[in-house]
């Protein structure tokens, strides 16, 4: 098993572009997060979902659009990168939700926006 | 403003020292799991406590949930360089399924 992957692993952009980051998970889980992480801040959650065709904002969800069409894959969109968005990006999966649920996180996208 | 609050922020020892980190909160949490990440991966899962002043060992690792369930605490014994990289505390409020992680303490043991 893979685990959560994610797509690319690394991407410079200019401000005002537009890109997608793929995340995939074989682990049949229902929830999926997107996570962004800054120096000092931790990890701060942008949007998740509890299932296939749900989403729903998190504590930062400006700037951002998702799409979880299919179980295993949740996108996160930028429509106009800035330089704010510069950052790191993970995305988590997980079986059940909260308590003892445990979040498998993929390896990161590095994003800089220019 | 974090809902959990780590420190020390960064802690260097040597190897065979004793270590401590802190995470707290002015919240109740229905449970707090502490991850470790290593440079350019994800973070992993060590730990998940659910009881308020529950205990829980794995190998040199020590975890402890306060019984308010207000604020946890890390304790590495015998630090070795493998114990190297950042450790994050996150819990989950009641009645929500939504981690919120606290910004992190980054430990380096020198060899």
């Known amino acids: 098993n893979a685990g959560v992957t994610q797509t690319p692993k690394f991407r410079v952009l200019k401000t005002g572009q537009s890109m997608t980051l793929l995340c995939a998970q074989d682990m049949n889980h229902e929830y999926m997060y997107w996570y962004r992480q800054d120096p000092g801040m931790g990890l701060r959650l942008i949007h998740y979902?509890?299932?296939?065709?749900?989403?729903a904002k998190g504590e930062v969800p400006d700037g951002y659009n998702v799409s979880r069409l299919k179980k295993q894959n949740f996108l996160l969109g930028l429509e106009s990168a800035a330089p704010s968005q510069t950052s790191v990006y993970f995305c988590?999966?997980?079986?059940?939700?909260?308590?003892?649920?445990?979040?498998?996180f993929g390896p990161g996208t590095r994003l800089l926006v220019l | 403003t974090q809902l959990l609050e780590q420190s020390p922020q960064f802690l260097s020892i040597q190897e065979g020292e004793n270590l401590t980190v802190y995470c707290n909160s002015s919240?109740?949490?229905?449970?707090l799991q502490w991850y470790r990440q290593e440079p350019g991966e994800g973070p992993v899962l060590l730990v998940t406590v659910v009881t308020g002043g529950e205990v829980k060992k794995l190998k040199r690792l020590t975890f402890q949930f306060g019984d308010a369930r207000k604020d946890s605490s890390l304790h590495i014994t015998a630090a070795q360089p493998g114990d190297t990289g950042l450790y994050l505390c996150?819990?989950?409020?009641?009645?929500?399924?939504?981690?919120?992680f606290g910004a992190g303490t980054t430990v380096t043991v020198r060899a």
């Open positions: 919240s109740v949490f229905s449970s």
């Open positions: 988590a999966s997980s079986y059940t939700s909260g308590g003892i649920g445990t979040q498998y």
């Open positions: 979902s509890v299932g296939e065709g749900t989403t």
């Open positions: 996150a819990g989950f409020l009641s009645n929500d399924y939504k981690l919120s």
